[in-house]
């Protein structure tokens, strides 16, 4: 999953089959060809909704004016709104 954080940066947002995260989704900043941790715990077991909803929220603070917190990638072929903090 990728939210776009207000045309500030991307998250990506990944679960490992194994590691330290023991599969449990950990969240990443994209920075061009690199990525950063994001020292974020992620509940196990979120629905793909629930998911979205938690990581927008965890980065409301950064939402600049009208422009929204989105999702770059779908699951399904309707597109879904903008999450608005």
């Given at each position: 999953m990728r939210l776009d954080i207000s045309s500030l940066f991307?998250?990506?947002?990944?679960?490992?089959?194994?590691?330290?995260?023991?599969?449990r989704p950990i969240a990443l900043i994209e920075d061009g060809d690199k990525w950063c941790l994001v020292d974020l715990l992620i509940?196990?077991?979120?629905?793909?909704?629930?998911?979205?909803?938690?990581?927008?929220?965890?980065?409301?603070?950064?939402?600049?004016?009208?422009?929204?917190i989105r999702r770059l990638d779908t699951t399904t072929p309707t597109s879904r709104p903008p999450i608005e903090m």
């Open positions: 991307v998250v990506s947002v990944v679960t490992p089959n194994g590691g330290c995260s023991k599969g509940p196990n077991g979120l629905t793909d909704s629930a998911l979205e909803t938690f990581v927008a929220d965890k980065f409301s603070s950064f939402v600049v004016g009208t422009r929204p």
